[in-house]
Nanobody, 131 residues
Framework: QVQLVESGGGSVRSGDSLRLTCVVS????????VGWLRQVPGKEREGISC?????????YYADYVKGRFTIFADNVKNLVILQLDTLTPEDKGVYYC???????????????????????WGQGTQVLVSS
């Protein structure tokens, strides 16, 4: 059974950075891609970034985070990092780690349908950004 544990959120000011960590257990990143979702009150969870840890390490980013957020993984430690830089108040929300074994094309599916109902996530970590 997949378990996802997120951490690293916090309350920061506009322009600051945060590093979110997702510790993955129950699966091996060598075989399954992992992504990040963001949820704001009143809206569905949205896929904002994903990394193909199971293939070539290629990544996906939502347009409004490109150039500011970076996703990378440590397949040995089985964790995925989302580095958030140049944060703005619009980036606030609860961030969740997600994966969907045995789907080998998870990142491509997230790219094409970022608001689809994702099937697994952790407890989330909250990001607050003040101006």
């Amino acid at each position: 059974q997949v378990q996802l544990v997120e951490s690293g959120g916090g309350s920061v000011r506009s322009g600051d950075s945060l590093r979110l960590t997702c510790v993955v257990s129950g699966i091996t990143l060598d075989y399954y891609a992992v992504g990040w979702l963001r949820q704001v009150p009143g809206k569905e969870r949205e896929g904002i970034s994903c990394i193909n840890t199971n293939t070539d390490g290629s990544t996906y980013y939502a347009d409004y985070v490109k150039g500011r957020f970076t996703i990378f993984a440590d397949n040995v430690k089985n964790l995925v990092i989302l580095q958030l830089d140049t944060l703005t108040p619009e980036d606030k929300g609860v961030y969740y780690c997600t994966t969907e074994p045995p789907n080998p094309s998870f990142c491509e599916i997230m790219r094409d349908a970022p608001y689809r109902p994702f099937t697994s996530w952790g407890q989330g970590t909250q990001v607050l950004v003040s101006s």
